[in-house]
């Protein structure tokens, strides 16, 4: 427990750009660009109100014309600082992994020269220099040796961006990011900043459809409830990314309606919830067989959902794109063989099989999953 308690501290001041933990934890494996993983959902019922999308302050374009996306031009970041770049920035640095994946999506990576070890799952980000500190946050003497044009610094980052302008950088510092609309500015303003319009644009509109399919998905199927729990009684609450990513998939939060960010609740606040799934990173799901969670309808009946740990917690437009299409798929899914009367469980998949297809009752999911290249595991208990 002492371990779990000091990986949650890790998380609570790693945090990406949004307002609390939604970074990728130290622990994190790397994992391949555009790839996800979901956990077959067994039945579920409660429905509760859906998660807050609260709006990001919008950053102010002073150029001339703010559609256009050439050169010089002067934007307002999260501190009221106007960041002015000249020229179009062929040395990036970015102090936090969301922002890393946006230029990635962008088609900008190319001239980024430095990323943190979170963003480590990126393609090619192993050819990066390595700007991370020992400790938490980065090193401002790294990122000063990366020289780079323009540092690109989220919310987490937010106690080190005096320190990197102390050292004549250009760095513009994003607000926090905890709904669709919050990421999809960044994405547009990181686009201005490069010289990457059309491909930010681009990237929008693939996450917006995205999101409407996953929104479609789950329409007409009664929303199940869940908890994305972090440990020691760490979870996430209302005003985060998770929270959206769990609107937008078919799922109610029942943490949302406790406290905002992320709060540490107790045991019996915990079983009060009663989520009917939990949302996990670990395809073994370990924390179902642990106490309190083992005792909610969501542990009794093994009921859980496996997102790939980067994506869903970097809030990013392959993060959205990834989980909910991942949840989504997995509650429509549920939702079909609760209709149809069919509550198999997946907890009959073959050995090292990781398609789902020899799950009962998971035919569908496994197949659409495997067109998204996402991986379906069932749970052994």
Known sequence: MRLRSVFVAALLVTSALAGGVTAVPANA???????????????????????????ATEPQATDADPDACGFPVELTDATGTTVTLDERPERIVTVN????????????????????????????????????AEGLGVSVERVVNADPDLVLAPNASADQVADLREQGLTVYHFSAATNVD???EKTTTTGRLVGDCE??????????AAVADAEARTADIERPTALYPLGDGFVAGGDTFITEIMRVGGVDNVA????????????????????????VTDPDAPILDEEPYASTTAGVKGNYVVLERNYLN???????????TTLSTAIADRGAQTESGDNASG???????????????????????????????ARRR
């Open 29 to 55: 494996q790397p994992a391949a660009a555009h790839a996800g993983h979901a956990a077959v959902v067994h039945s579920a019922t409660a429905a509760s109100p859906g998660g807050t999308t609260p709006q």
């Open 97 to 132: 992994p969301s922002s890393a994946q946006t230029l990635w999506e962008i088609g900008a990576r190319d001239r980024v020269v430095g990323v943190t070890q979170f963003a480590a799952y990126l393609d090619g980000a192993d050819e990066k220099t390595d700007v991370s």
């Open 256 to 279: 949302a309606d406790e406290e905002d960010g992320y709060p540490q609740l107790s045991n019996e606040v915990i079983l009060q919830t009663d989520p009917d799934l939990i949302i």
């Open 199 to 208: 491909a930010a644009a681009a990237t929008n509109e693939e996450m917006a």
């Open 347 to 377: 907890t009959d998949a073959a050995d090292g099989d990781e398609t789902g297809a020899a799950a009962p009752g998971f035919g569908v999911v496994a197949a659409v999953l495997a067109t998204l290249a996402v991986a379906v595991r």
């Open 182 to 184: 919050d990421i999809a």
């Open 314 to 324: 970097q809030p990013a437009p392959r993060s959205v794109i990834e989980t909910t």
